[in-house]
């Protein structure tokens, strides 16, 4: 089924749907995308990639798309754009300043059907990727260009990038989720990727990481999307992180029984290794992971990650690197009834005691974090209490050392019994890098057929 779309912003005469020759939409097409890759058996793999320069992202789009791999397309725009500063965003365009990403609702709506035009289509679709508190023009626009798919969500929007306050978030997204369900009213099942799963990218751990990216998908199915992902970012160790996403299974199975829902998996999103190696070793524990953890899909991370921003070839060799390992690794046969296991438990915990605050999601949200029932380890923000603390153990799982007020019983091995300090925190933040490199310096020279370089 295809159709072109007509959206209607709020206090806004209709906008005119594109001419015939301008892309038209599939319908759901990127959740139909992912849904025939699965039942294929292949992972989805997708860069995080953002250019200012229309031909530049057309080409990045293009390279992704021909790429030896089943990929979608991203779309991810400046930092102006994501705080809305857009007289920023005009200025430096007019100045001929590079942005660190594609400004969309400055170009508008038309500019990015064109830059698309042959390339967004059934078998590849493209995602939008910002990073705002208050994405309510950013949405009006992507859906305006024809584009069904972004991510976001009121707490992983707002507390790590922002200090703007959870109240004003949680209703800039009810809006913002709202408006993105209209697109079902000229038939488009729109998509929408929650964050919670990537919270401040390290030394959260898992049962937070899944119990936050829960409460964001139930926050948008109840402001009327009914397609959503759950994201979850590799954290420290392999089998804790399995162990997360198959309890990520397990409570969305038991809460999502209604609408259409997978798992993404990011490449850790931490300090990254300086080798080539040691970079690469991680992405090949990211794949296996998200095979072995039943995601549908993988957000890629490249080689030169550690010291600059990745060139297209860089972002292409990722995504086949990726593509190949997944290739080789088999898929849990636990997926379809995981046990329950302490993460499964706390993660359980966290969500009904937030479910049980209200039953507006984004008030039992508010409520949550001013009682401190959720509370993100590190983060700063003025609306975190700051009150829960980590710890890695000897082996690189990630433990609590303090809960404060959140609703998670303890271990059956109890709390850890120290806390990070300045120097263990610095530590634990270059645990990953520092292993990949120690162990990728063992192995030598990184082959070029192992590399995956596009020839």
Same mark, same amino acid.
């Given at each position: ?9 709020? *206090?806004?005469? &209709? ?8 892309? =038209? ?38 390279? /992704? ?8 397309? /991203?779309?991810?725009?400046? =930092?102006?754009?994501?705080? *809305? ?43 939008? +990727?910002?990073? =705002? ?9 992507? @859906? ?34 709202? @408006? ?37 998908? @139930? ?6 999307? +009914? ?11 392999? *089998? ?28 850790? @999103? ?21 095979? +072995? ?33 997944? /290739? ?19 993660? =359980? ?20 974090f001013d009682r401190g029932y ?20 000897e082996d690189g799982r ?8 959140? &609703?998670?019983? &303890? &271990? ?32 030598? /020279? ?10």
């Open positions: 089924m295809r159709c072109t779309v007509t959206v209607t912003e709020p *206090g806004s005469a &209709p906008v005119a749907a594109p001419p015939p020759s301008a892309p =038209s939409v599939r319908y759901g097409a990127f959740a139909n995308f992912i849904s025939m890759a699965r039942a294929a058996g292949e992972l989805v793999v997708q860069p995080r990639m953002g250019m200012c320069d229309p031909k530049q992202m057309r080409a990045g789009l293009l390279a /992704t798309k021909l790429a030896r791999a089943t990929t979608v397309g /991203t779309i991810t725009l400046d =930092s102006f754009t994501r705080t *809305g500063d857009l007289a920023a965003v005009r200025s430096a365009l007019r100045d001929g300043v590079d942005l660190n990403g594609y400004p969309i609702v400055t170009y508008g709506p038309e500019r990015t059907r064109e830059m698309l035009r042959g390339i967004c289509e059934e078998g590849f679709p493209v995602q939008i +990727r910002h990073g =705002s508190p208050a994405p309510k023009d950013i949405v009006a626009t992507l @859906m305006r260009a024809g584009i069904d798919a972004t991510e976001g969500g009121p707490v992983s929007y707002c507390l790590p990038y922002s200090r703007t306050p959870l109240r004003e978030s949680v209703l800039n997204w009810a809006r913002s989720a709202e @408006m993105l369900s209209e697109f079902r009213g000229v038939g488009v099942e729109p998509h929408l990727e929650t964050f919670g799963g990537c919270m401040l990218g390290q030394l959260c751990p898992p049962s937070l990481l899944v119990a936050l990216s829960v409460l964001e998908g @139930m926050f948008f199915h109840q402001h009327g999307l +009914r397609s959503i992902s759950l994201s979850y970012a590799q954290q420290t160790h392999a *089998g804790q992180d399995q162990e997360a996403l198959l309890a990520m299974h397990r409570l969305a199975g038991e809460l999502f029984t209604d609408i259409d829902w997978h798992v993404v998996v990011y490449t850790y @999103m931490g300090v990254y290794p300086n080798t080539e190696r040691g970079a690469l070793r991680l992405l090949g524990e990211a794949a296996e992971l998200a095979v +072995r953890g039943g995601a549908a899909r993988l957000i890629v991370k490249t080689a030169a990650e550690a010291h600059r921003i990745p060139t297209i070839a860089e972002n292409v060799q990722a995504l086949e690197y990726a593509a190949n390992v997944a /290739t080789g690794t088999e898929r849990s046969d636990i997926i379809g009834t995981p046990p329950e296991s302490e993460i499964y438990r706390q993660a =359980s915990d966290l969500v009904h005691a937030v479910r049980e605050l209200h039953a507006d999601i984004g008030v039992a949200l508010r409520m949550a959720l509370d993100v380890p590190y983060c700063l923000h003025p609306d975190n209490a700051g009150r829960a603390r980590t710890k890695l153990t990630l433990v609590w050392s303090r809960v404060g007020a959140m &609703p998670i019983k &303890p &271990p059956r091995s109890g709390w850890a019994t120290t806390e990070l300090g300045s120097a263990e925190l610095l530590a634990a933040l270059s645990y990953v890098a520092r292993r990949c490199d120690e162990e990728a310096a063992q192995l030598g /020279t990184l082959p070029a057929a192992e590399r995956g370089q596009v020839e």
